[in-house]
T-cell receptor
Framework: AQSVAQPEDQVNVAEGNPLTVKCTYS??????LFWYVQYPNRGLQFLLK??????LVKGSYGFEAEFNKSQTSFHLKKPSALVSDSALYFC?????????????FGKGTTLSVSS | GAVVSQHPSRVICKSGTSVKIECRSL??????MFWYRQFPKQSLMLMAT?????????EQGVEKDKFLINHASLTLSTLTVTSAHPEDSSFYIC??????????????FGPGTRLTVL
């Protein structure tokens, strides 16, 4: 069965410091991995995805994520956090490239950036 | 990028009434639409998957007679919560995917609908 784990309920960082939000996955076959961000009472906004190619993926708002096949991880990173980055972050996975396959989401990690 | 809208953004209804939520893809043809439910501070749980012109596929534990899904066109899917009860209060989010939006790999999410049943 496909699954995604986000081991941290909350991550706290100071503005200007680097941030990491962790994600590990379990899928059969090649993983299609995604990161989304959600602000209060809003839908999900796409940040980045890994389908194939370079293991380091760059996305929106200065975020990046590194695909690590041996560790089955896809951690989200940003070199310098902003207070406005405070939000709920979801890692998600799809197993196969077929239309109609839904995303499986992790439980989410709340990022809190203090000034 | 591809845009998905939902209407209404917020709805309050009395127990026993039915509520319809619309999900529209504004600038692409959505071959597939997904409906998710999110409880406060929790993850999104897939309720059903609908392909245009076909019956929706419901996830285990989701009552198909209570949550009616229609995907009659490539730009519109509706979720009707029938005989709503307070336990149906939640944040409902739709997403859509389609080749005309770039690829089947990516889903585009609507802004969500907050349903409160009194």
């Amino acid at each position: 069965a496909q699954s995604v784990a986000q081991p941290e309920d909350q991550v706290n960082v100071a503005e200007g410091n680097p941030l990491t939000v962790k994600c590990t996955y379990s899928v059969s076959g090649n993983p299609y991995l995604f990161w989304y961000v959600q602000y209060p009472n809003r839908g999900l906004q796409f940040l980045l995805k890994y389908i194939t190619g370079d293991n380091l993926v760059k996305g929106s708002y200065g975020f990046e994520a590194e695909f690590n096949k041996s560790q089955t991880s896809f951690h989200l990173k940003k070199p310098s956090a902003l207070v406005s980055d405070s939000a709920l972050y979801f890692c998600a996975v799809r197993g196969l490239n077929q239309a109609g396959t839904a995303l499986i989401f992790g439980k989410g990690t709340t990022l809190s950036v203090s000034s | 990028g591809a845009v998905v809208s939902q209407h209404p953004s917020r709805v309050i209804c009395k127990s026993g009434t039915s509520v319809k939520i619309e999900c529209r893809s504004l600038d692409f043809q959505a071959t597939t639409m997904f409906w998710y439910r999110q409880f406060p501070k929790q993850s999104l749980m897939l309720m059903a998957t609908s392909n245009e012109g076909s019956k929706a596929t419901y996830e285990q534990g989701v009552e198909k007679d209570k949550f009616l899904i229609n995907h009659a066109s490539l730009t519109l899917s509706t979720l009707t919560v029938t005989s709503a009860h307070p336990e149906d209060s939640s944040f409902y989010i739709c997403s859509a995917s389609g080749l005309s939006a770039g690829s089947y790999n990516e889903q585009f999410f609507g802004p969500g609908t907050r349903l409160t049943v009194l």
